[in-house]
Nanobody, 122 residues
Framework: QAQLVESGGGSVQAGGSLRLSCVTS????????LGWFRQAPGKERQFVGA????????IYSDSVKGRFTVSRDSANNRVYLQMDYLKPEDTAIYYC???????????????WGQGTQVTVSP
């Protein structure tokens, strides 16, 4: 059974950094886009960033562009989200997800992790 498991969440002050990790298992995601979404309380799930099957291309939401970086280590079935210059509005549960192609659309992603909490204090 395919699984995506996130780790690395936590609490940090504004201006700090965190690195999230997601490990995949149960099937090959070698041809899949791997991405990150987030959901704050009372809000819809929001696209953060994603990288294509070979890590050669990445896309980001405007709200994180220049601060967050998505990368993947295909040999170890992992995708990462490096988050720098964090702001209180980045506080949310962050989800790792997999899709058959590069997209910002929630509905395109077939596989999801359980999420990891990120809290940024002022």
């Amino acid at each position: 059974q395919a699984q995506l498991v996130e780790s690395g969440g936590g609490s940090v002050q504004a201006g700090g950094s965190l690195r999230l990790s997601c490990v995949t298992s149960g099937r090959s995601f070698a041809t899949y886009t791997l991405g990150w979404f987030r959901q704050a309380p009372g809000k819809e799930r929001q696209f953060v960033g994603a990288t294509n099957y070979n890590g050669g291309r990445a896309i980001y939401s405007d709200s994180v562009k220049g601060r967050f970086t998505v990368s993947r280590d295909s040999a170890n079935n992992r995708v990462y989200l490096q988050m720098d210059y964090l702001k209180p509005e980045d506080t949310a549960i962050y989800y790792c997800a997999a899709a058959p192609y590069l997209s910002v659309g929630v509905s395109v992603y077939d596989y999801w992790g359980q999420g990891t909490q990120v809290t940024v204090s002022p």
